[in-house]
């Protein structure tokens, strides 16, 4: 449904290279995430793959149309969330969802059923002026919005920034269900915990795909035994940590450091940060995240 090939970016007449020669194919029906930092290349990605943008170079189908040449076709079976709320703010839920129905030469009667779960969460607020919702519901009715035409593919640039962890979570239940409906989905986000949620995964950064599979199998090929290190003082411990002389990767990783060693023991190591004077001193091993997982494929520690 989705197909990129060889996709190259640039802008400011080829000074900035935004996506450097991307790959990746997403199937019918596949729920695929692509995963990096702002600034990665993913909203690039996005507004190529919805003719917004045009290509430097390479080629990109979505549902069998060319982005370059057949851009009526793909606005007509695309729905798109971009990663800023972009709705009319002086109309009501009511009115833009009435807005977008008839920009498809449709209905909100006609296609109910598809945003039925999603628009009964809005219901209470239909009069209510969207500019005036939470950051919750913006969402919801945004994705509302990019689907009341039926699209067979559904495009969401960064759909849960800025919201609370609840609404998160029930955006993707919301997501869950409509692919159990046909409806294949990419989405987009920076927060690695997401990750987990998808079928398959793409992690990329600085417009480059640094890897791509399903979470668990990303996750299962962390070349090394990784490790989480903490003590009374976590700057010291950060400094000395990174000045050891077996030292793979080291980095901050909520209350303690995630660590990897090129060589030696984990005992050698603690017996070292001993030999510096720390208290407290824990280290132990631990299994590897997708943000492990993305920081060591950036670094190639």
Request: proline share 4%.
């Given at each position: 449904?989705?197909?990129?090939?060889?996709?190259?970016?640039?802008?400011?007449?080829?000074?900035?290279?935004?996506?450097?020669?991307?790959s990746?194919?997403?199937?019918?029906?596949?729920?695929?995430?692509?995963i990096?930092?702002?600034?990665?290349g993913?909203?690039?990605?996005?507004?190529?793959?919805t003719?917004?943008?045009?290509?430097t170079?390479?080629?990109?189908?979505?549902?069998?149309?060319?982005?370059?040449?057949?851009?009526?076709?793909i606005?007509r079976?695309?729905?798109?969330?971009?990663?800023?709320f972009?709705l009319?703010?002086?109309?009501?839920?009511?009115?833009?969802?009435?807005?977008?129905?008839?920009?498809?030469?449709?209905?909100?009667?006609?296609?109910?059923?598809m945003?039925?779960?999603?628009?009964?969460?809005?219901?209470?607020?239909k009069?209510?002026?969207?500019?005036?919702?939470s950051?919750?519901?913006?969402?919801?009715?945004?994705l509302?919005?990019?689907?009341?035409?039926?699209p067979?593919?559904?495009?969401?640039d960064?759909?849960?920034?800025?919201?609370?962890?609840?609404?998160?979570r029930?955006?993707?239940?919301?997501?869950?269900?409509?692919k159990s409906?046909g409806?294949?989905?990419?989405?987009?986000?920076?927060?690695?915990?997401?990750?987990?949620?998808?079928?398959?995964?793409?992690?990329?950064?600085?417009?480059?795909?640094?890897?791509?599979?399903?979470?668990?199998?990303?996750?299962?090929?962390?070349?090394v035994a990784?490790?989480?290190?903490?003590?009374?003082?976590m700057n010291?411990?950060?400094?000395?940590?990174r000045?050891?002389?077996?030292?793979?990767?080291?980095?901050?990783?909520?209350?303690?450091?995630?660590l990897?060693?090129?060589e030696?023991?984990v005992?050698?190591?603690?017996?070292?940060?001993?030999?510096?004077?720390?208290s407290?001193?824990?280290?132990?091993?631990?299994?590897?995240?997708i943000?492990?997982?993305?920081?060591?494929?950036?670094?190639g520690?």
């Open positions: 449904m989705i197909g990129l090939r060889n996709i190259t970016k640039t802008y400011s007449k080829g000074s900035v290279l935004a996506v450097d020669d991307v990746f194919f997403v199937d019918k029906g596949e729920l695929f995430g692509l990096g930092p702002d600034g990665a993913k909203t690039s990605i996005f507004r190529m793959l003719t917004l943008l045009l290509p170079s390479g080629s990109a189908m979505v549902d069998g149309y060319d982005v370059a040449n057949d851009y009526k076709e606005r079976t695309v729905g798109y969330m971009p990663g800023k972009s009319y703010q002086d109309l009501s839920v009511e009115e833009n969802l009435h807005f977008f129905a008839t920009m498809f030469n449709t209905s909100i009667a006609e296609n109910y059923a945003v039925k779960d999603i628009y009964e969460q809005l219901a209470p607020f009069k209510r002026r969207a500019g005036a919702l950051g919750g519901m913006k969402q919801k009715l945004a509302c919005c990019a689907l009341i035409h039926k067979t593919v559904l495009f969401l960064e759909p849960t920034t800025g919201v609370d962890v609840v609404s998160r029930e955006f993707w239940d919301m997501l869950r269900r409509l409906q409806i294949t989905i990419l989405v987009s986000t920076p927060y690695m915990d997401e990750a987990v949620l998808c079928e398959r995964i793409a992690l990329i950064q600085k417009g480059r795909i640094l890897s791509i599979d399903t979470p668990q199998n990303i996750v299962d090929s962390f070349p990784l490790y989480a290190a903490k003590s009374d003082g010291a411990l950060l400094s000395d940590a000045a050891y002389p077996h030292m793979g990767s080291c980095y901050a990783f909520g209350e303690y450091l995630h990897t060693l090129k030696g023991s005992e050698d190591f603690s017996r070292y940060l001993g030999t510096k004077k720390h407290n001193i824990e280290v132990k091993s631990i299994k590897p995240g943000e492990d997982c993305f920081i060591e494929r950036m670094t520690n």
